[in-house]
């Protein structure tokens, strides 16, 4: 598996399991906002388009984030 769909897929990951913390921590705080099925098909998609922004995003970010590192050491 290339590195940067594994990166994107564990991005995706994290994205998934942070909205059904965010929603578990809701319903711990203030009773259930949505059904256990709706909260899962919810952080699906959640993680779903984590996974589709960094896929698509991380490189440009990583390139983007390299040359500010050049251009930072080159003003010194």
Same mark, same amino acid.
């Given at each position: 598996?290339? =590195?940067?769909?594994?990166?994107?897929?564990?991005?995706?990951?994290?994205?998934?399991?942070?909205?059904?913390?965010?929603?578990?921590? +809701?319903?711990? +705080?203030?009773? =259930?906002?949505?059904?256990? !099925?709706?909260?899962?098909?919810?952080?699906?998609?959640? !993680?779903? !388009?984590?996974?589709?922004?960094? +896929?698509?995003?991380?490189?440009?970010?990583?390139?983007?984030?390299?040359?500010?590192?050049?251009?930072?050491?080159? !003003?010194?």
């Amino acid at each position: 598996m290339r =590195p940067r769909v594994k990166s994107a897929l564990l991005w995706g990951a994290v994205g998934f399991m942070s909205f059904l913390v965010l929603v578990q921590g +809701y319903a711990l +705080y203030d009773g =259930p906002l949505v059904s256990i !099925g709706q909260g899962a098909l919810i952080a699906f998609f959640v !993680g779903l !388009g984590a996974a589709a922004s960094a +896929y698509v995003l991380e490189h440009r970010v990583a390139a983007w984030s390299a040359q500010r590192a050049l251009e930072a050491d080159d !003003g010194e």
